[in-house]
């Protein structure tokens, strides 16, 4: 008896891995470092801190990047019946999003 897979293809796969690295994005903030001394969240370019806020301002990034994800998924539907190429640059937005709020994410955590 064969089991019935739905069929795989790119968007589904680029909207997966954008969803699996927003949810590593969620992962890391539960492990940000608690405390109750305010949080650099923000340079100026001589150097200086411009932003200070508490773990909870954190929760932007992941917020962010799954309003990214979302929105950029439903375009994708939404469009790849029309034009394949441009559903799939919509896409691979979305997945390219999720690694630039990793890599800021990555260096609060560095920074903090």
Same mark, same amino acid.
């Given at each position: 008896m064969r089991i019935p897979f739905p069929?795989?293809?790119?968007?589904?796969?680029?909207?997966?891995?954008?969803l699996s690295a927003n949810a590593?994005?969620?992962w890391v903030l539960s492990r940000f470092?608690? =405390?109750? &001394?305010?949080? #650099? /969240?923000?340079? @100026?370019? =001589?150097? &200086?801190?411009? #932003? /200070?806020?508490? @773990?909870q301002m954190l929760m932007t990034i992941p917020l962010i990047g799954l309003l990214v994800l979302l929105v950029n998924g439903m375009l994708t539907v939404l469009l790849h019946r029309r034009d394949a190429f441009l559903a799939g640059l919509v896409a691979v937005v979305a997945v390219f999003v999720q690694f630039l709020l990793a890599?800021?994410?990555?260096?609060?955590?560095?920074?903090n």
């Open positions: 069929k795989l293809n790119r968007y589904t796969v680029l909207l997966v891995l954008g590593l994005l969620w470092p608690t =405390g109750t &001394a305010p949080l #650099v /969240l923000h340079f @100026r370019i =001589g150097g &200086a801190i411009d #932003v /200070l806020g508490n @773990r890599a800021a994410m990555g260096l609060l955590w560095w920074i």
